[in-house]
Structures are given as structure tokens and as C-alpha cells.
């Protein structure tokens, strides 16, 4: 039962969750370039700035941890994608459900709240949620391709599975209806 049937409208799920995989690979491993270079020279970049600026940057940590957990959650994704095992799409399917939550959490309230405040922020508020509701919008809409590729997977026999139906029976009565070769049968006989 899944959800979407083809990602982005033209190429099949697992396909269409190989190449996001991809670009959210690359679009992590850009921020983490990012961060690791602002959190490395933060003290160059940022000599002159006001202290209570200089605060944000404590969350740079933050940002390179979630960065790195990023790219090890879109190579299994992509790995998961690529063998067929749907177990290896599943934490990428929590993380992202985080993130989503988050996004869509941080548009409406900081949208809500510049748009309640003045009317100097009323632009910013307009703005916050022209941009975060599509962004959200589209963020959800990967992570339903990328839940519907995991229940086809779910109906889709492995290799492995398919490796073990393919058993003529099961590993006991291989060992109880054990025949010795003709050559042993044929030395007791003489004994």
C-alpha cells in the first residue's frame, strides 16, 4: 500500500530515492563545509561583531553534529535503496519526520509571531511563511516517496529471501534423512 507510486511524477520510487539521497548528501556535506569553516575561523570572522551575536555561534556545534548525521542517514538511505533493504531507510524516515516537525513548527509560530508584532516585521512574517510553507510542503512530500519506496519494499522479496525460499527443505530433515554415500554402504556390507 503505498502512498505515492512514482516519485516526483516520472521515475519509479526506488529510483526517485536514490537521486535525493544523492542531493541531500551533497546539500549536507555543503553545510558541513559551511559550518566547519565558520566554526574554525569564527574568531577572524567575527572579531568586531556585537557579543550578543557572537552567542548564535555557539550553536555551530550543533549544526556540524546534525550535518554529519545527515550524510551517515542519506548513505543508508541510498544504500538501503540500492539492495532492496527497506530497514535501512528507516532512519532517515525518523530523522526527517523530526526535521519536518521542526521546519513546519519554527514557519508557523515565527510567521505568526512577526506577522502579530509590528509592522515593521509584517514583511518578515509574509516572507517566513511564503518561503517555509512551499519548503515544508515539498519537505513532506520527499518523505512520503520515501515512505512509500519503504512499504514496496515491504512486498518486495529480498535476494536473501528469495535465497532461502528457494530451500528443498528445511535444515533438520536434511540432517535426519542423512543416506551415506554408495562407497560407505558398500565397505559395512563386506564387514
Known amino acids: ?36 569553516y565558520t566554526y574554525a575561523n569564527r574568531y577572524t570572522l567575527f ?20 550535518a554529519v548525521v545527515s550524510v551517515v542517514m542519506y548513505i543508508l538511505m541510498i544504500w538501503g535503496a540500492s539492495i532492496g533493504n527497506r530497514f535501512l531507510l528507516l532512519p532517515w524516515l525518523i530523522m526527517e519526520m523530526i526535521s519536518i516537525v521542526i521546519v513546519g513548527l519554527g514557519v508557523v509560530i515565527g510567521g505568526i509571531v512577526c506577522l502579530a508584532i509590528d ?5 518578515i512574517g509574509a516572507l517566513i511563511l511564503g518561503i517555509g510553507l512551499p519548503i515544508f510542503g515539498f519537505q513532506l512530500y520527499i518523505w512520503l516517496c520515501v515512505l512509500s519506496c519503504f512499504q514496496e519494499l515491504r512486498d518486495t522479496p529480498t535476494v536473501e529471501q528469495n535465497v532461502l525460499l528457494e530451500l528443498p527443505k528445511p535444515l533438520d ?15 559395512n556390507k563386506d564387514a
Open 47 to 66: 572579531y568586531n561583531l556585537d557579543p550578543s551575536v557572537v552567542v548564535l555561534f555557539s550553536y555551530l556545534p550543533i549544526c556540524i553534529t546534525y
Open 173 to 187: 530433515s536434511i540432517i535426519t534423512d542423512y543416506r551415506p554415500p554408495e562407497y560407505e554402504r558398500l565397505d
Open 1 to 36: 500500500m503505498a502512498v505515492v507510486n512514482k516519485c516526483c511524477c516520472c521515475c519509479q520510487l526506488r529510483t526517485g530515492v536514490i537521486v535525493v539521497g544523492w542531493l541531500g548528501m551533497i546539500w549536507a556535506l555543503l553545510a558541513l563545509t559551511t559550518y566547519g
Open 119 to 123: 509592522w515593521d516585521f509584517k514583511a
